[in-house]
């Protein structure tokens, strides 16, 4: 019933005229920091801290494969029914052969 022009049909298909942000190309806006890198100082280690005596009475002869363990990325945390080594429930025997099979993959490598 009504005609229209395609023009008016589909806005966008019309030709931006003016200073509408239509007009203009798109681009990113300036920013105020500079564009060379700030050299940042590498991180402390972490396992550098020594062994808190409250971990000596929780781990007790275990402390060494602990520590270990964490060094090589290891999550190990006392419960009270054994260790969790990472996601697993192991005794002090697992927790053992858990250290033991790392030493082995270090030696190897």
Known sequence: MFKETPAAAAPS???ASGSGPAARPFSRRPTSRPSFQIPVAPASRRWSDPV???ERTLYGALMEDVTFLRKRGFGIHRET???RVGNRLVDAEGLKAIAARERRLIEKS
Do not use: E, V
């Open 81 to 83: 029914k054994g260790f």
């Open 52 to 54: 808190s005596d409250i």
């Open 13 to 15: 298909a019309a030709t």
